[in-house]
């Protein structure tokens, strides 16, 4: 029986770097399960669109397609956007059956990309004691998306970093939940000797380069998540998910 094809949902961005991210990740994805069909689709800035490759896709005879959003939260894209980007391709190919899994956050998988970033910006494990840090995620007014990322800054504080800051770049941040460089200059006036940026996202574009400005103070930044290993496991992780569980159809999806 032919596996379902992945389609990786994307939201895309006028800036170069992110589409190449996001084929790099699929590409990773690709070759930790050779045979199994991994297609990228952008709901905005890039092409092809989402429609577009669901409509090729039912021309090329496919039957069964498990839509995976790129994102980290349940925001509006996944609650919203994209259940009805799928609803209205399907209009016109009864034939396809589309389901759409679950966000990729919160996971272990995601904190361990992140601790890898970090490594990877020079954070050794003996200096977490002296080292705050700033988890910088792009930004949401979704209850739901800011209860995630406060509960990953408590995670985080847990793992021997001497203080954790959650911080949003988008300049519609929720009360309680400071930018990038407000929470670099509170962990310095709080006495912190190093201050280290981790970003919580997944590809460069306009909020990363943000997030990036706003470390200008701290004495590291990490890379973005990208193509990171336990990325792509975890996108993997993601579409057993819905094949075995059996995700409610797009047109269903609230």
């Known amino acids: ?23 790099a ?3 990773r994805v690709r070759s930790l399960r050779p045979g199994l069909r991994v297609e990228t689709g952008f709901l905005d800035f890039n092409a092809p669109s989402v429609p577009r490759v669901l409509e090729r896709l039912a021309a090329q005879g496919a039957r069964e397609v498990i839509a995976l959003p790129l994102l980290l939260t349940r925001a509006f894209h996944a609650k919203s956007d994209i259940p009805a980007v799928l609803r209205e391709a399907r209009t016109g190919l009864p034939r396809l059956r589309v389901r759409q ?4 956050g919160p996971s272990p998988l995601l904190n361990a990309a992140l601790e890898r970033r970090l490594r990877e910006a020079g954070i050794r494990p003996g200096d977490r004691s002296s080292t705050g840090l700033v988890l910088a995620a792009a930004g949401s007014t979704d209850p739901e998306a800011i209860a995630v990322i406060a509960e990953i800054a408590r995670e985080l504080r847990h793992t021997g970093w001497c203080s954790v800051r959650p911080a949003f770049a988008s300049a519609a941040s929720p009360a309680g939940f400071p930018r990038t460089e407000d929470a670099v200059r509170a962990l310095r006036a ?13 590809a460069p574009g306009r909020l990363p ?20 290993p336990e990325l792509a496991r975890l996108l993997l992780a993601r579409y057993d998910g819905a094949r075995c569980a059996g995700a409610r159809p797009a047109a269903l999806t609230a």
């Open 1 to 23: 029986m032919t596996a379902p094809v992945l389609l990786v949902i994307a939201h895309g961005s006028r800036d170069p770097r992110h589409a190449a991210t996001v084929h």
């Open 25 to 27: 990740l699929t590409a």
């Open 101 to 104: 899994a679950e966000v990729l």
């Open 190 to 202: 709080e006495g912190v000797r190093r201050v280290a940026v981790a970003p919580y996202v997944i």
């Open 209 to 228: 380069d943000r997030i990036a400005e706003g470390a200008s103070g701290a004495d590291v930044l990490a890379d973005v998540l990208g193509p990171a």
